[in-house]
T-cell receptor, first 113, second 113 residues
């Protein structure tokens, strides 16, 4: 069973636009991480936000975390065709032990030139 | 090595065959995880090793699935008497001691026909 739920399931935008993906989860966490997966490839780690952080930036990526609502968002600014991929949020639950990550079903992002 | 290496990348097995999937984690990484990813879904946790000890195998779907890491480095995921529902990508990941980021391999794509 998956803890995280991403919204929307699929997103289609034009190059240069911003893309926002949301993630909701169920239990208390140590941290939340976002991963990207290109078609047929493995997962690439994008960014980690700890439970005591509210916002984090990395290049064109901005992640927010609201632990009271158990939700997070990933914003990709000025999107490029190369950003086309599936994006997953993954939570490290407080009670999970061993820092094993629990993934959502992902958002499939398509960026059109 | 530079990253997590998995082999084979692609495997087609006839129903009832046994398969073995290999994972070579990043050198020196203590933690090793196996995940299963069905088409269009997020990765689902299978099992976790700390060095050679299998500390969590709660995600293994049945007793046909078996994982080992005898010397605390390379790991093998074995699936006995494969069934069609075993068709998925099997992802291996590793993490350094004290780290939070989990690094994934490219995955082994298993198709059972």
């Amino acid at each position: 069973s998956q803890q995280g739920e991403e919204d929307p399931q699929a997103l289609s935008i034009q190059e240069g636009e911003n893309a926002t993906m949301n993630c909701s989860y169920k239990t208390s966490i140590n941290n939340l991480q976002w991963y990207r997966q290109n078609s047929g490839r493995g997962l690439v780690h994008l960014i980690l936000i700890r439970s005591n952080e509210r916002e984090k930036h990395s290049g064109r990526l901005r992640v927010t975390l609201d632990t009271s609502k158990k939700s997070s968002s990933l914003l990709i600014t000025a999107s490029r065709a190369a950003d086309t991929a599936s994006y997953f949020c993954a939570t490290d639950p407080l009670s999970g032990g061993y820092n094993k990550l629990i993934f959502g079903a992902g958002t499939r992002l398509a960026v059109h030139p | 090595g530079a990253g997590v290496s998995q082999s084979p990348r692609y495997k087609v097995a006839k129903r009832g065959q046994d398969v073995a999937l290999r994972c070579d984690p990043i050198s020196g990484h203590v933690s090793l995880f196996w995940y299963q990813q069905a088409l269009g879904q997020g990765p689902e946790f299978l099992t976790y090793f700390q060095n050679e000890a299998q500390l969590d195998k709660s995600g293994l779907p049945s007793d046909r699935f078996f994982a080992e890491r005898p010397e605390g480095s390379v790991s093998t995921l074995k699936i006995q008497r494969t069934q069609q529902e075993d068709s998925a990508v099997y992802l291996c990941a590793s993490r350094a001691a004290g780290g939070n980021t989990i690094y994934f391999g490219e995955g082994s794509w298993l198709t059972v026909v």
